[in-house]
């Protein structure tokens, strides 16, 4: 069993408008997968499917190759994009309650809790209310209650908001190490920078449908736009000339005097051996080196021009 | 099922721990004695002493008119005219104006001119004091002794029996059907202060977001149900222990009063009843009983069926509670805040009131074609039966009783069942209005 999670031709219709136009996804066990898309593209509502707070018009959702069962709510840890917890309640008292929901014995749940606590250096909140606590310490509560089962699924919505970037690196330093352990995780964001730097595979949602799936290397493959960079010593104009057999220039810049840096486009029968061919008798090569295009303009070169089709 | 439990222990735990459910429950019942003899006192106590100027056209007839415990009457010469003119300005309360032709032959009626109205007991004690004159001078005038008049005069109050299939005859008073009423009260403030609270619970997970987080671990209705029920069991908790304190007070009190109560202490007592009876013109009823003689055998608190008020009461205030708090439930998962509750709450409530109304009216009329629909729809019927069974029900309406019974159960299965609908759309919709007509969508199709 390859994919902890798969969802197939998953629907969903609420009173007016198609929130889910038969998406399917696939989640390789032990992966940082990251559903990504616009507000309102319909990812809290398939995370909502797979946390079985709401059904699916159609379609199914299989976890561990299983139909979604009641058992499985415990495998499954889910924060939410819009937190909260009781303000009235006791913190420890409240991190019991939400643990035993979760099918956590008691004492189980108040050793682990004590663990995480310390881990945090936060026991001595175990008995303030939570009206008491700062929103970043209800944050950190929250992350607690979140994964202090130890779930095999752990779904994950835009959870760095509201952490300051000491919380942050804290938060995804836990994510990793869980992630090393083996616990997969799904993290639905539109902050592009930190999918890229923990994400391996993704899947894209805009207007109800998946539009773009795969790891991360591959669909930046598919999004290469064959541009490279080259870094040499010589005259642009000599460079620029021995280009001619069909790569264009892009951009360049004058690092030094006579040390630049261009972009250039290489044309698909082309290569960028064809190239280096053409200009090393004209300049020196310090480097070369392709430009793959980030996920922020994957994201917005992708749900543009969906948007242009829809 | 465990995970049901722990959602009830919850709301039932953080709720009986605070602070004013603890106040409340101790103070509750003296609280409510304190008000209802707070209500009864200034109903019953007049405004202040009266200073009545009489204006005797038959002087000196009326001039033997006796003061009052709270009211004293002055005489004038004056006629009618001259004594309102100086009446604004005067220390008079009020001016009675006797007619040159109450002599109680022809037809004519005393006037009383007042600046505040004086209670009706004042005015109902001048009549009598009046009336007394009118009667010596008939005495007088017809040749009566007085002893003669005392022996023929009569006043007498029906005795009221209630006539059953067993062949017993069982007295109907209306001091029974206050007790009916009281529980009825009870229940109605129950619904109301524990369903408003189920709905506050709901709005408050659904504002502090935390809703998103449980339902990912229970079902949408084993949270709304463990609300429901955890919240049922802190008013019951209320309610007995309201009931051991209450019982603990009239014990102790029976107890006391039973050791105080002496042969001497008895005859002076009913010498002082006896005078009281005849300054007040009143002769004493065979079944008169003294309400707060708390051991008397034949006294209110020992002549109602304590067992099978309680019984019932708990059971309708389960059925009445479990069909309104299902309501509540889904108006707090409709709104986003407490203030757009009011739109929904209205229809809630309109039931209730008309229940609460109607058990008032049936005080007086406890056996009207209403009481009777009241009692088996179970909208009303937790409040409406109480009142009705108050004054005992006897087999031929035995199954009026189960079939207001069964009808609860299915009507808070009812509402159970479309609260939950609601609910579940509910409580996962945020910044949007909801209208009626949205609501019978997300029962139609959810």
């Given at each position: 069993?390859?994919?902890?999670?798969?969802?197939?031709?998953?629907?969903?219709?609420?009173?007016?408008?198609?929130?889910?136009?038969?998406?399917?996804?696939?989640?390789?066990?032990?992966?940082?997968?990251?559903?990504?898309?616009?507000?309102?593209?319909?990812?809290?509502?398939?995370?909502?499917?797979?946390?079985?707070?709401?059904?699916?018009?159609?379609?199914?959702?299989?976890?561990?190759?299983?139909?979604?069962?009641?058992?499985?709510?415990?495998?499954?840890?889910?924060?939410?994009?819009?937190?909260?917890?009781?303000?009235?309640?006791?913190?420890?008292?409240?991190?019991?309650?939400?643990?035993?929901?979760?099918?956590?014995?008691?004492?189980?749940?108040?050793?682990?809790?004590?663990?995480?606590?310390?881990?945090?250096?936060?026991?001595?909140?175990?008995?303030?209310?939570?009206?008491?606590?700062?929103?970043?310490?209800?944050?950190?509560?929250?992350?607690?209650?979140?994964?202090?089962?130890?779930?095999?699924?752990?779904?994950?919505?835009?959870?760095?908001?509201?952490?300051?970037?000491?919380?942050?690196?804290?938060?995804?330093?836990?994510?990793?190490?869980?992630?090393?352990?083996?616990?997969?995780?799904?993290?639905?964001?539109?902050?592009?920078?930190?999918?890229?730097?923990?994400?391996?595979?993704?899947?894209?949602?805009?207007?109800?449908?998946?539009?773009?799936?795969?790891?991360?290397?591959?669909?930046?493959?598919?999004?290469?736009?064959?541009?490279?960079?080259?870094?040499?010593?010589?005259?642009?104009?000599?460079?620029?000339?021995?280009?001619?057999?069909?790569?264009?220039?892009?951009?360049?810049?004058?690092?030094?005097?006579?040390?630049?840096?261009?972009?250039?486009?290489?044309?698909?029968?082309?290569?960028?051996?064809?190239?280096?061919?053409?200009?090393?008798?004209?300049?020196?090569?310090?480097?070369?080196?392709?430009?793959?295009?980030?996920?922020?303009?994957?994201?917005?070169?992708?749900?543009?021009?969906?948007?242009?089709?829809? | 099922?465990?995970?049901?439990?722990?959602?009830?222990?919850?709301?039932?735990?953080?709720?009986v721990?605070?602070?004013?459910?603890?106040?409340?429950t101790?103070?509750g019942?003296?609280?409510?004695?304190?008000?209802?003899?707070?209500?009864?006192?200034?109903?019953?106590?007049?405004?202040?002493?009266?200073?009545?100027?009489?204006?005797?056209?038959?002087?000196?007839?009326?001039?033997?008119?006796?003061?009052?415990?709270?009211?004293?009457?002055?005489?004038?010469?004056?006629?009618?005219?001259?004594?309102?003119?100086?009446?604004?300005?005067?220390?008079?309360?009020?001016?009675?104006?006797?007619?040159?032709?109450?002599?109680?032959?022809?037809?004519?009626?005393?006037?009383?001119?007042?600046?505040?109205?004086?209670?009706?007991?004042?005015?109902?004690?001048?009549?009598?004091?009046?009336?007394?004159?009118?009667?010596?001078?008939?005495?007088?005038?017809?040749?009566?002794?007085?002893?003669?008049?005392?022996?023929?005069?009569?006043?007498?109050?029906?005795?009221?029996?209630?006539?059953?299939?067993?062949?017993?005859?069982?007295?109907?008073?209306?001091?029974?059907?206050?007790?009916?009423?009281?529980?009825?009260?009870?229940?109605?403030?129950?619904?109301?202060?524990?369903?408003?609270?189920?709905?506050?619970?709901?709005?408050?997970?659904?504002?502090?977001?935390?809703?998103?987080?449980?339902?990912?671990?229970?079902?949408?209705?084993?949270?709304?149900?463990?609300?429901?029920?955890?919240?049922?069991m802190v008013g019951l908790t209320q309610f007995i222990l309201w009931v051991i304190l209450m019982f603990?007070?009239?014990?102790?009190?029976?107890?006391?009063?039973?050791?105080?109560?002496?042969?001497?202490?008895?005859?002076?007592?009913?010498?002082?009843?006896?005078?009281?009876?005849?300054?007040?013109?009143?002769?004493?009823?065979?079944?008169?009983?003294?309400?707060?003689?708390?051991?008397?055998?034949?006294?209110?608190?020992?002549?109602?069926?304590?067992?099978?008020?309680i019984?019932?009461f708990i059971?309708?205030f389960?059925?009445?509670?479990?069909?309104?708090?299902?309501?509540?439930?889904?108006?707090?998962?409709?709104?986003?805040?407490?203030?757009?509750?009011?739109?929904?709450?209205?229809?809630?409530?309109?039931?209730?009131?008309?229940?609460?109304?109607?058990?008032?009216?049936?005080?007086?009329?406890?056996?009207?074609?209403?009481?009777?629909?009241?009692?088996?729809?179970?909208?009303?019927?937790?409040?409406?039966?109480?009142?009705?069974?108050?004054?005992?029900?006897?087999?031929?309406?035995?199954?009026?009783?189960?079939?207001?019974?069964?009808?609860?159960?299915?009507?808070?299965?009812?509402?159970?069942?479309?609260?939950?609908?609601?609910?579940?759309?509910?409580?996962?919709?945020?910044?949007?209005?909801?209208?009626?007509?949205?609501?019978?969508?997300?029962?139609?199709?959810?």
């Open positions: 069993m390859n994919n902890i999670l798969e969802t197939q031709n998953v629907r969903k219709e609420y009173a007016g408008h198609t929130a889910l136009n038969g998406v399917s996804i696939e989640v390789p066990k032990g992966s940082i997968f990251g559903l990504l898309g616009p507000n309102g593209a319909g990812k809290t509502t398939l995370i909502r499917i797979i946390n079985q707070i709401t059904m699916p018009d159609s379609g199914t959702v299989l976890l561990n190759g299983e139909q979604l069962k009641e058992a499985h709510r415990s495998l499954i840890g889910y924060l939410p994009e819009e937190r909260g917890l009781y303000r009235k309640m006791k913190v420890g008292e409240q991190c019991l309650y939400i643990a035993q929901l979760k099918g956590m014995e008691y004492k189980d749940a108040l050793a682990k809790l004590k663990f995480w606590f310390e881990k945090f250096e936060i026991i001595q909140w175990w008995d303030k209310k939570v009206e008491e606590l700062s929103k970043g310490m209800a944050q950190k509560i929250q992350f607690i209650v979140t994964v202090l089962h130890e779930p095999e699924l752990l779904i994950l919505d835009e959870p760095f908001s509201g952490f300051d970037p000491i919380n942050t690196n804290l938060i995804k330093d836990e994510i990793k190490r869980m992630n090393e352990e083996g616990t997969t995780i799904i993290f639905s964001t539109h902050n592009m920078s930190s999918v890229e730097e923990i994400c391996q595979d993704i899947a894209l949602i805009n207007h109800s449908e998946k539009i773009l799936s795969g790891t991360v290397r591959e669909v930046k493959n598919d999004f290469k736009a064959n541009e490279y960079q080259i870094e040499f010593v010589g005259g642009l104009l000599k460079f620029t000339n021995a280009l001619w057999t069909g790569a264009s220039l892009i951009s360049s810049q004058e690092i030094e005097k006579d040390h630049h840096l261009a972009t250039i486009k290489i044309p698909d029968n082309s290569s960028p051996n064809d190239v280096l061919t053409n200009i090393l008798p004209h300049v020196q090569v310090r480097g070369l080196k392709e430009v793959l295009p980030s996920m922020n303009d994957i994201f917005i070169q992708a749900i543009s021009s969906n948007t242009k089709t829809a | 099922m465990d995970k049901i439990w722990l959602i009830i222990k919850r709301e039932y735990l953080t709720r721990k605070k602070k004013s459910f603890i106040i409340m101790l103070l019942p003296f609280l409510m004695a304190l008000a209802i003899a707070l209500i009864t006192y200034l109903g019953m106590s007049d405004s202040g002493p009266q200073n009545i100027l009489v204006v005797d056209d038959m002087a000196p007839v009326f001039d033997r008119l006796e003061d009052g415990s709270n009211y004293k009457f002055d005489y004038s010469d004056m006629d009618l005219a001259d004594a309102k003119k100086l009446f604004s300005e005067s220390e008079y309360t009020a001016i009675l104006w006797i007619p040159e032709i109450m002599d109680g032959e022809r037809s004519s009626r005393p006037f009383l001119y007042f600046k505040e109205q004086p209670s009706g007991r004042v005015i109902r004690s001048v009549e009598g004091k009046i009336e007394k004159v009118i009667e010596e001078m008939k005495m007088a005038k017809y040749g009566i002794a007085k002893s003669d008049y005392d022996k023929v005069r009569t006043n007498l109050t029906i005795a009221t029996y209630k006539f059953t299939d067993e062949g017993e005859e069982e007295e109907v008073r209306t001091e029974k059907t206050l007790v009916g009423f009281g529980f009825g009260l009870l229940i109605f403030f129950f619904i109301m202060m524990y369903g408003i609270q189920v709905m506050r619970g709901v709005v408050e997970e659904k504002t502090n977001r935390i809703i998103e987080v449980i339902i990912s671990s229970v079902k949408p209705f084993q949270l709304m149900m463990g609300k429901i029920l955890g919240i049922a603990t007070f009239v014990s102790v009190t029976q107890t006391v009063l039973m050791s105080q109560k002496d042969e001497a202490m008895l005859n002076q007592m009913e010498q002082v009843q006896t005078v009281q009876q005849m300054q007040s013109g009143e002769i004493a009823g065979a079944d008169d009983f003294n309400p707060f003689d708390l051991t008397d055998p034949d006294n209110l608190i020992n002549r109602i069926n304590w067992p099978f008020m019984g019932l059971f309708y389960i059925g009445g509670y479990l069909l309104y708090a299902a309501l509540f439930a889904a108006i707090g998962a409709a709104v986003d805040n407490e203030t757009d509750t009011q739109q929904f709450l209205f229809p809630v409530m309109i039931p209730l009131y008309i229940a609460y109304m109607l058990s008032s009216l049936m005080i007086e009329n406890p056996e009207s074609p209403a009481s009777f629909w009241g009692s088996i729809i179970p909208f009303t019927s937790p409040i409406v039966m109480l009142v009705r069974a108050s004054m005992g029900i006897d087999s031929a309406e035995y199954w009026q009783l189960a079939l207001s019974v069964i009808l609860l159960i299915a009507g808070f299965i009812g509402t159970t069942w479309i609260a939950a609908k609601i609910y579940r759309v509910g409580i996962l919709m945020y910044g949007k209005k909801v209208s009626y007509k949205e609501l019978w969508k997300w029962i139609r199709f959810h």
